[in-house]
C-alpha cells in the first residue's frame, strides 16, 4: 500500500483503539483534546485501493518468494560459513519475504556485501537495532546481544517478487564465486 499495509484485528476493541491511535489519538470533543500520544497513520483512499490490488496477487507474490527462498536454500546447504535464516520446523510457515543470512563475522558480511557490489547486486545488512540508534541512544535496553549479533553478521539478500530467473541465477553465481 506504499505505507506499511493494513491492520487486521481480532476484537472490535482492538480496531477501535487502533484507529484511535492512528488518528493522533484525538478524544471524541469539539476541539482538540489529547489525553494520549498519537500518530498520523491513516491510510489513505489511493493506497487503499493499491492494497485492495495487491491482495489479489499476494498468493502469487508469496509463491515467488518461496521460489527464491527455496534457491538461497540449495546454494548455502553446503556451505557451512552461512545460515540461511528459514523456519525453525515444520510448525512455522515463512511468507519468505525478506531472505536473510548469518555469516561467521562482520568481516565475512561486509565482504560479501562488497563482492555483491562490485556485480551491481544490492545486499543490505539486517536492521540496525532501535537501540543503537542514535536517536535512542539515551534509552533503557534490555536485551542479551541478539539483535546486535544479528546485525553485525546478518546479510539481506534479493529477494524481491521482481526477480527473475536469470536475476536469482546472477545473485547465485556471484555468491559461488566468493565462495
Given amino acids: 500500500t506504499s505505507g ?14 487502533a484507529v484511535f491511535l492512528a488518528s493522533q489519538a484525538k478524544e471524541d470533543a469539539v476541539h482538540y483534546e489529547h489525553t494520549q500520544v498519537g500518530y498520523n497513520y491513516r491510510m489513505s483512499n489511493v493506497a487503499a485501493s493499491i492494497g485492495l490490488g495487491q491482495l489479489e496477487v499476494l498468493s502469487e507474490h508469496i509463491q515467488h ?3 527464491n527462498h527455496h534457491f538461497y536454500k540449495q546454494l548455502f546447504e553446503n556451505l557451512s560459513e552461512v545460515t540461511l535464516h528459514q523456519e525453525p520446523n515444520e510448525d512455522f510457515i515463512s511468507n519468505h519475504w525478506l531472505t536473510v543470512i548469518q555469516l561467521a563475522s562482520f568481516e565475512q558480511r561486509e565482504a560479501l556485501r562488497l563482492h555483491l557490489e562490485k556485480y551491481n547486486i544490492e545486499s543490505r545488512p539486517v536492521w540496525k537495532p532501535m537501540h543503537l540508534q542514535p536517536i535512542f541512544s539515551g534509552c533503557p535496553y534490555y536485551g542479551d546481544g541478539t539483535s546486535e549479533r544479528l546485525f553485525r553478521d546478518g546479510l539481506c539478500l534479493p529477494s524481491g517478487t521482481s526477480l527473475s530467473f536469470d536475476d536469482i541465477d546472477r545473485v547465485i553465481k556471484a555468491i559461488e564465486s566468493m565462495f
Avoid at 4 to 15: Q, Y
Fill in 65 to 67: 518468494r518461496k521460489q
Fill in 4 to 17: 506499511g499495509g493494513a491492520l487486521i484485528c481480532h476484537s472490535e476493541a482492538a480496531k477501535k483503539k
